[in-house]
């Protein structure tokens, strides 16, 4: 459900700057909020900020059965729900809302679908032990973008996550406790990154890139595209009756690769700086 409608003198005022190419809160038409993400002292737990909008990502892993259907890969389930916490206008119980639905499915297409994670790697013992990966999304605060902030979230949690070293001999299998033996990183693919651009039917109205709250209020549409670093164009989801031309998605992935770049190059960083101050004891 979407917040109720800003009052007539916020919105011509919000429009007003758009058409001069200026946002509220500063920003350039194509320019987004800078990511915080703060880490948990377990290894796969984070926080990560867009501005207000903040959202957890926790990863954990359990050995289980593999499905009948792909003996040789392991499982990646995602988790997540809009809950009051984030944002009033979400309902507790009851049927989800569209835009619950859309930030689910988009999850799923962009963290598991498109492999980011190499399923293949965690297969322990073919056809009898695989590693199952939970990854549990928690909505803290919705003010603007809340997709974006959540694929980040995952991601990195993905990232910063290590599994247990496993010994396997014969059909015997030994789970090794990280203070015995070093936690092994996944297996991660590539690095997709999801990026949001809200659309207005005002005239000489501009697209804007990591929409706030009152700017997605305001759009008539929306489209998210998932990149990584390698120029992979991975997912694209509109939503919304705004007509695109050509030309203008063109542009915009133009966009979105250099921003996908620049996110790439600060998730690394971030992980290297917190791998750097983890103190990990092999006795």
């Not at 984070?46 to 792909?70: D, F, N, Q, W």
């Not at 799923?108 to 990966?133: F, M, N, P, T, Y």
Request: with cysteine; hydrophobic share 40%; net charge negative.
């Amino acid at each position: 459900m979407r917040p109720p409608s800003p009052s007539i003198p916020e919105r011509e005022f919000a429009f007003s700057a758009l058409k001069q190419s200026l946002r509220l809160d500063g920003r350039a038409p194509l320019e987004m909020r800078t990511p915080v993400f703060q880490f948990g002292p377990e290894l796969g737990w984070v926080e990560c900020s867009l501005g207000k909008t903040r959202v957890i990502g926790h990863v954990e892993a359990a050995m289980v059965k593999p499905l009948p259907e792909r003996p040789f890969e392991g499982i990646l389930t995602i988790h997540s729900e809009l809950s009051p916490m984030a944002s009033s206008e979400y309902e507790a119980l009851g049927r989800p809302s569209e835009e619950e639905v859309i930030i689910t499915r988009m999850l799923d297409k962009v963290l598991r679908r498109s492999d980011a994670v190499d399923k293949e790697s965690l297969c322990i013992l073919a056809g009898q032990r695989v590693w199952h990966l939970r990854l549990t999304l928690h909505f803290l605060a919705d003010a603007g973008n809340l997709l974006d902030c959540a694929c980040l979230a995952g991601l990195v949690a993905l990232k910063h996550f290590r599994r247990p070293d496993v010994e396997v001999i014969g059909d015997d299998v030994t789970i090794h406790d990280p203070s015995s033996r070093a936690p092994i990183p996944l297996a991660i693919n590539h690095t997709p990154f999801c990026l949001t651009f809200a659309f207005f039917s005002e005239a000489n109205t501009p697209p804007v890139l990591d929409p706030s709250q009152l700017e997605y209020t305001l759009s008539d549409g929306t489209m998210s595209l998932s990149l990584n670093a390698q120029r992979e164009l991975c997912v694209v989801q509109k939503a919304g009756g705004v007509p695109l031309a050509v030309d203008e998605i063109l542009r915009l992935v133009g966009v979105g690769v250099q921003r996908v770049k620049q996110l790439d190059k600060l998730v690394e960083d971030v992980l290297q700086e917190d791998w750097q101050g983890r103190i990990v004891e092999v006795r």
